[in-house]
Each structure stands twice: as C-alpha cells, then as structure tokens.
C-alpha cells in the first residue's frame, strides 16, 4: 500500500543559510513526482526530511495510511527507501549488498534468495553477483543502488538525482528501470532530476520547482 | 669481531637444537604479550567504538588523550605500575609485582591506546555514506553500527596488528614491574639486556633473532592484512 506523504511548513537551516522555506506539499499515495530547481535549491534536503534521515528544523511531515497518520519509527522508516547521489556500497558482494535490506528485516534465507535474484536480474546485475560491490563501475554502482532500495519493496521511494553523472547507456537503462517501477508498483514515487525529459516519463510532467529552498510551483 | 661470529653460531645451535631455556623463554614472552594483547583489544575496542560512532561531550579530549598514550615512554608506566603494585602501594594486596600479571597489566596499558586510537580511527575513517545507506535500507542503530564496524574491519586488525609489535618490542616496563626472575619472569626483551650485560652474547643473540622475526611476521602481517582488505578475497563474513 503506497503513503501519502503531506510535508506542512518545512523548514531547514545550514550555518545559518536557509535550504529549506516554509515548503508545504501534499503527495498523494502512488503518485509519481519530479522535483526540480537548481544545485543548492533544497530538492536533497527535502528527500532527505521525506526519507527521516534528517529532521526539519520546523514544519513536520504526516505520512499517511489511507486516512490512518503513521507514528513516526523505525517501522515507518522501513516503508520508506531513498537513493542517495553516493549509494555508499558495503564492502561484501553485489548479493549481500542487495540482500541487506532484507537481512536487516529479518527476512527469512530462502525468500532472500529469490527476492534478491530478482532484483538483480531488474537491473542487469545477475553476472555480477558474486563480485565485490566496490569494484563495479559507477553505472553498475548506481544500478546496485537501485536493487538495493527495489528489493524492500517500498511504499514511497524517494531518489535523488539517480542518473546523474552517468554515460547514456547506463542512463537509459536506469531510466527504464524507474518507469517500470512506476507502471507496475503501487509506490510513491519521488525523483529529484535536472532533466525535463525524465519529468515527463516518470511523473506525467507533475513537477515541484525549488528555488532557494522556496517552492515555486507544484 | 670473532666473539660477535662465535655469538651468532653458538645462537644458532641453541634455535636449532631447540634449547630447554630458550623455548621456556619464548613461550613465556608469547604468553604475556598475547594475553596484554587480549585484554587490550577487550578493553579498547569498545572504547574505539565509542569514539569512532558516538558524538559525546569531551570526545575530542578523549581522542587527544588515547593518542597521546600511543607514545606512553614504558619506564614511566613501570614506574607508576611498581608504585601502585608495591607492597606500600594501593594496589599491594593483589601480590601482582614480580608475577607474570603485572607485565600483562605492563603491556595492556601501552598497547590500549594503540588499539583504542587506531581502531576508532579506522571507524571514524569509514565513508558517512555507508551509515546513510544502512539508514536508508531500514537498519536499526545497532545494526548502522554493526555495518560501520565490519567496513572498518581490516583496519581494526591493522590497530591490533601494530599493538602486538608494540608489546613484543617493550623491555622496560616488563624489567620493573617483572623483575627478570629466572624460569617466572624473564621474557625475551629482558633476557637479551641482561646476557649483554653479562656478556653471554650466544643467548641474547639468539633471542635478537628470534626476536626480529618476530617482528618481521607482525609487519607483515599489518601488510598482508592492508593488501588483502583490497582484494576479492576479502569480503568478511556477512551474516
């Protein structure tokens, strides 16, 4: 079941410089959102308030359940995913980099297996699962991030530039990666991308534009 | 130049013939840094997860204080320890000085900082990005810790690695608190100052020798364990 997530009156502040600005949305549970604007606009900041990686200086997000509020958790953390810019591999191999997720949920060995298998296979990843994670190249890193994050199966999944620095090829295929997961899941889908094209086809052109940590449009 | 010539092959006659003393003191000096070792790494470890994991008041100092110990001058921790296990002392009643016990106690304060120091910078040096994606992936706080300990495994080891050569190598601290009795205390270090002084070159030589190899294992051990933390075969165990 995807969340809705409503973020009312954000507010972030690093050394004394404003990020994030009285930012209010409401994102309904399954949508899929672009949130766009310049380097420094707040767009990480926020998935990272969205993703309760960090708190808000002011302003508080409700996530919801239908019409049930979710108290705040590691039970509510474990709804949630993000994909940050620098996936952060574990030093083991591509299997247990993806299969931690689901180790940390005490899923059971069998069922890690397939679910891992799968995810692998999501991404193109399956010949390299006996590889050490740390020696894939960045396309292949950021594909590894993303079975990561896939594997658990979240409810809102937030990513935050995830074809950034990629060569087209790698591009491509983490873009179609992210529309099938759009067109078959039942996620709340939140990207921060500077490309207008990858708008279009991951949010039917639903966009946030940050400015200053402000929200300009939405 | 030949008494130096005779030391060395009467040296090695007493390594390769196994000899009763010198075993007995090889064995002894293995026991007591092995056990320094483990009750430093018991001790520091934890003290190097704290600092490599926790933000806490007055962290810094502790970091300054536990790098400061690393250069610990061993006279002065036999001193200190001679005065706290001396029969006038506040520690007297335990009957530790002059026992193979108080050089463990000797060893593990010289090798605690070490371990605790390098171990917690190991930990400290850990990409955030790691924590962040144990975070991210659901992780609960001990499990983020867990995660940032395991990637800091090698060098963990690397921080026991060099205690080892520090405790191996120690002389002065073992001679105040140990006394160099004969078949109780005498460890390698200690033997090889006393037969110089005694002129028995053949012993001390041998132990010299022993002694550098010694010391040539543990540094390549500290450079198996760097190279191998970079290779396929080192992925540590994941649960």
Redesign the interface.
């Given at each position: 079941m995807a969340l809705t997530l409503s973020a009312l009156n954000l507010g972030k502040v690093y050394q004394g410089q404003p990020v994030l600005n009285d930012f209010s949305y409401r994102f309904e549970a399954g949508g899929a959102y672009a949130v766009m604007g310049p380097n420094g606009s707040g767009k990480s900041t926020l998935l990272r308030i969205l993703?309760l990686?960090e708190p808000p200086d002011t302003g508080v997000v409700q996530y919801l359940a239908g019409s049930v509020i979710l108290p705040p958790g590691?039970d509510l953390?474990?709804r949630?995913?993000?994909?940050?810019p620098?996936?952060?591999?574990?030093?083991?191999?591509v299997f247990?980099n993806v299969?931690?997720?689901l180790?940390?949920?005490g899923v059971p060995w069998e069922e890690v297996e397939v679910r891992v298998r799968r995810a692998l296979e999501a991404v193109g990843l399956c010949h390299k699962e006996r590889?050490?994670a740390v020696?894939l190249s960045s396309g292949e890193t950021k594909r590894l991030g993303l079975a990561?994050?896939l594997v658990?199966a979240p409810e809102v999944l937030l990513l935050d530039e995830p074809t950034a620095s990629l060569d087209p090829a790698n591009m491509e295929l983490v873009e179609d990666i992210i529309l099938r997961v759009k067109d078959q899941r039942k996620t709340t889908l939140i990207v921060a991308t500077h490309d207008h094209a990858q708008v279009e086809r991951w949010a039917g052109g639903r966009r946030l534009y940050l400015d200053r940590g402000k929200l300009l449009t939405g | 130049m030949d008494s130096i010539i005779q030391g060395f092959s009467q040296a090695f006659w007493l390594i390769v013939s196994g000899d009763r003393e010198l075993c007995r003191i090889i064995l002894l000096s293995l026991g007591v840094s092995g056990g320094a070792l483990a009750l430093a790494a018991l001790l520091g470890l934890p003290v190097a997860a704290l600092t490599g994991l926790k933000r806490f008041p007055l962290r810094g100092a502790v970091v300054s204080l536990l790098q400061t110990g690393m250069g610990l001058p061993p006279v002065v921790v036999g001193l200190l320890l001679y005065m706290l296990l001396s029969r006038q002392g506040p520690l007297g009643f335990l009957e530790l000085l002059y026992t193979p016990g108080a050089m463990i106690l000797a060893q593990t304060i010289l090798a605690l900082p070490i371990v605790a120091s390098l171990a917690g910078a190991a930990i400290m040096g850990v990409?955030?990005?790691?924590?962040?994606?144990?975070?991210?992936?659901?992780?609960?706080p001990r499990?983020q810790s867990f995660?940032v300990i395991?990637?800091a495994g090698y060098g963990i080891m690397a921080a026991i690695i060099a205690a080892a050569g520090r405790v191996m190598a120690e002389v002065g601290a073992v001679l105040m608190v140990g006394g160099n009795i004969a078949g109780y205390t005498r460890v390698m270090t200690t033997t090889i100052a006393l037969e110089t002084d005694k002129g028995n070159f053949e012993l001390a030589i041998a132990l010299g020798v022993i002694l550098l190899a010694l010391s040539l294992v543990i540094s390549l051990l500290l450079r198996v364990v760097q190279q191998w933390g970079k290779t396929?075969a080192?992925?540590?165990p994941?649960?």
């Amino acid at each position: 079941m995807a969340l809705t997530l409503s973020a009312l009156n954000l507010g972030k502040v690093y050394q004394g410089q404003p990020v994030l600005n009285d930012f209010s949305y409401r994102f309904e549970a399954g949508g899929a959102y672009a949130v766009m604007g310049p380097n420094g606009s707040g767009k990480s900041t926020l998935l990272r308030i969205l993703a309760l990686l960090e708190p808000p200086d002011t302003g508080v997000v409700q996530y919801l359940a239908g019409s049930v509020i979710l108290p705040p958790g590691l039970d509510l953390r474990r709804r949630l995913a993000l994909l940050l810019p620098n996936v952060g591999v574990f030093n083991t191999t591509v299997f247990n980099n993806v299969a931690y997720g689901l180790k940390v949920r005490g899923v059971p060995w069998e069922e890690v297996e397939v679910r891992v298998r799968r995810a692998l296979e999501a991404v193109g990843l399956c010949h390299k699962e006996r590889q050490r994670a740390v020696t894939l190249s960045s396309g292949e890193t950021k594909r590894l991030g993303l079975a990561r994050v896939l594997v658990i199966a979240p409810e809102v999944l937030l990513l935050d530039e995830p074809t950034a620095s990629l060569d087209p090829a790698n591009m491509e295929l983490v873009e179609d990666i992210i529309l099938r997961v759009k067109d078959q899941r039942k996620t709340t889908l939140i990207v921060a991308t500077h490309d207008h094209a990858q708008v279009e086809r991951w949010a039917g052109g639903r966009r946030l534009y940050l400015d200053r940590g402000k929200l300009l449009t939405g | 130049m030949d008494s130096i010539i005779q030391g060395f092959s009467q040296a090695f006659w007493l390594i390769v013939s196994g000899d009763r003393e010198l075993c007995r003191i090889i064995l002894l000096s293995l026991g007591v840094s092995g056990g320094a070792l483990a009750l430093a790494a018991l001790l520091g470890l934890p003290v190097a997860a704290l600092t490599g994991l926790k933000r806490f008041p007055l962290r810094g100092a502790v970091v300054s204080l536990l790098q400061t110990g690393m250069g610990l001058p061993p006279v002065v921790v036999g001193l200190l320890l001679y005065m706290l296990l001396s029969r006038q002392g506040p520690l007297g009643f335990l009957e530790l000085l002059y026992t193979p016990g108080a050089m463990i106690l000797a060893q593990t304060i010289l090798a605690l900082p070490i371990v605790a120091s390098l171990a917690g910078a190991a930990i400290m040096g850990v990409d955030p990005a790691v924590k962040q994606a144990a975070v991210t992936l659901g992780a609960t706080p001990r499990q983020q810790s867990f995660t940032v300990i395991r990637e800091a495994g090698y060098g963990i080891m690397a921080a026991i690695i060099a205690a080892a050569g520090r405790v191996m190598a120690e002389v002065g601290a073992v001679l105040m608190v140990g006394g160099n009795i004969a078949g109780y205390t005498r460890v390698m270090t200690t033997t090889i100052a006393l037969e110089t002084d005694k002129g028995n070159f053949e012993l001390a030589i041998a132990l010299g020798v022993i002694l550098l190899a010694l010391s040539l294992v543990i540094s390549l051990l500290l450079r198996v364990v760097q190279q191998w933390g970079k290779t396929e075969a080192a992925l540590i165990p994941w649960p």
